[in-house]
């Protein structure tokens, strides 16, 4: 037990340097490809000059994460004494690829779009369809499966010295909202160079170490090579970005996030340690129901409460550089991120 954080770690950074290693061709590929970022007409000038930036940079997350866990997992995986463990590795490598699938096809929507090909991808309506049929399933099997997943149907409470059983029937639909919000969050936080990437991967080094104190060893190793190739992504995606993460990345890591809180009991703490992506969805929340409260009969249009919306973009219109954005939510994430930590320590 003893070994296993500095292992954890260790695969991280092992992570991070094939990311950093391949990042480079795998963008000269999208390039190639036209694989290009649409961007909002609604957004200032700065953010038009980044139309045509390469993205579905969510792969080059994905691809070395799943390739990775299941190499140091395999051999765990296929020990009958160490199945119930090693397995349960494997529910939250599906979630991943399977909201990267959901969200590759989003972004492929946008791409042929600004082809002037239309009528192919997903509608709002296939996209939330998808989310919900991955999550119940999800949700389903944490719930069943009792022997691979020590807080199944459960929840911690700090300062209370047992946990929470929780009947399945409750259960199940608050895995289904924490896995579809999150998974929502994060892509809401996804707008501005570096911002969902570094702000997911404090979230995910929090659960590592929640997870390490509670000797889940295979999820707290998920969790670090997560880290790891995120700052592989933020290489290239740091200020100016020469790549975007796009819905192929951010919609998994937020389902993954929410997956990984479930499976450890302390998914209490997820607003608290993921609080950027949270108030990033309430505010567009806010902003959205505002405007149709306050919307004109006449005219059909209403006020805003925010500058824009998520609010990384009102602070941006309020006079903060992007820089400035994405180095003080990281801050803000950062230490939400330790308080929440803190917290699953009493």
């Not at 919900?132 to 020590?150: K, N």
């Not at 160079?193 to 170490?209: C, E, K, Q, R």
């Not at 929340?285 to 919306?309: C, E, H, N, S, W």
């Not at 994405?326 to 950062?334: D, E, I, N, T």
Request: charged share 10%; proline share 5%.
């Amino acid at each position: 037990m003893a070994g296993q954080l500095p292992f954890a770690l260790t695969v991280g950074g092992v992570a991070f340097l094939l990311g950093v290693i391949w990042g480079g061709p795998f963008i000269e590929i999208l390039r190639r490809l036209r694989i290009g970022k649409q961007i909002q007409i609604e957004l200032s000038d700065e953010h038009q000059k980044k139309v045509g930036t390469p993205t579905m940079g969510g792969i080059m997350i994905v691809f070395p994460v799943v390739l990775i866990s299941l190499a140091l997992n395999l051999v765990n995986v296929l020990r009958p004494n160490d199945v119930v463990t090693g397995s349960s590795v494997l529910l939250p490598l599906a979630v991943l690829g399977g909201f990267s699938l959901l969200g590759l096809l989003d972004d492929w929507e946008g791409i042929q779009n600004s082809r002037g090909v239309i009528g192919q991808g997903l509608s709002a309506r296939a996209k939330f369809i998808g989310q919900l049929v991955l999550a119940t399933v999800v949700a389903i099997i944490i719930s069943l499966y009792d022997g691979g997943f020590q807080y199944a149907n459960q929840l911690i409470v700090p300062l209370l010295p047992f946990a929470i059983t929780i009947p399945p029937i409750i259960f199940i639909p608050i895995t289904v909202f924490y896995i579809i919000g999150m998974s929502n969050a994060v892509n809401f936080t996804d707008g501005l160079d570096g911002l969902a990437g570094i702000i997911t991967a404090s979230a995910f080094a929090a659960y590592g170490v929640i997870g390490y104190l509670q000797g889940q060893v295979f999820l707290t190793q998920l969790c670090f090579i997560l880290v790891g190739a995120c700052f592989a992504f933020l290489w290239y995606n740091a200020h100016p970005a020469q790549l975007f993460m796009g819905d192929t990345g951010s919609l998994a890591l937020g389902a993954t996030l929410g997956t990984i809180a479930i499976m450890t009991g302390q998914w209490l703490l997820l607003p608290i340690i993921a609080i950027v992506p949270v108030t990033e969805t309430i505010s567009v929340i806010l902003q959205v129901t505002y405007y149709k409260r306050t919307k004109d009969p006449k005219t059909g249009i209403g006020q805003r409460l925010f500058r824009m919306a998520p609010i990384h973009y009102h602070f941006q219109r309020g006079g903060w550089s992007e820089t400035q954005v994405v180095q003080r939510f990281w801050l803000v994430g950062l230490l939400s991120a330790m308080i929440g930590v803190a917290l699953a320590l009493l």
